[in-house]
């Protein structure tokens, strides 16, 4: 059965930091696409990042670009997000996804594209 489930959200202050990992049951990652997504409340969810598997592209939103990394683990088999300098408006429930395409492309940020989807992993931003 193909699990993904999210971990490493938390409540931080503006400015801060949080490091957000991915992990797969019932597939390998590696082998996969990964994207990012956030749904803020009364909000429609939106895609962060996605990335490729090797030799393919990243895609991230413009508005964490310089802010947000993406990365794979390959030792740990996992994908995690790296968030920094946060504010108020990266509030959210994060969720990664799969990606059953070549690469990640020009629709990354669609979320008909992905195929498994985790549960989530809030981050709450507040002073």
């Known amino acids: 059965q193909v699990q993904l489930v999210e971990s490493g959200g938390g409540g931080v202050q503006p400015g801060g930091s949080l490091r957000l990992s991915c992990a797969a049951s019932g597939f390998a990652l590696d082998y996969y696409n990964i994207g990012w997504f956030r749904q803020a409340p009364g909000k429609e969810r939106e895609g962060i990042s996605c990335i490729s598997i090797s030799g393919g592209p990243t895609f991230y939103r413009d508005s964490v670009k310089g802010r947000f990394t993406i990365s794979r683990d390959t030792i740990k088999g996992t994908v995690t997000l790296q968030l920094n300098s946060l504010t108020p408006e990266d509030a959210a429930v994060y969720y990664c996804?799969?990606?059953?395409?070549?690469?990640?492309?020009?629709?990354?940020?669609?979320?008909?594209?992905?195929?498994?989807w985790g549960q989530g992993t809030q981050v709450t931003v507040s002073s």
């Open positions: 996804a799969k990606n059953p395409r070549r690469w990640c492309d020009t629709l990354w940020y669609q979320e008909w594209v992905y195929d498994s």
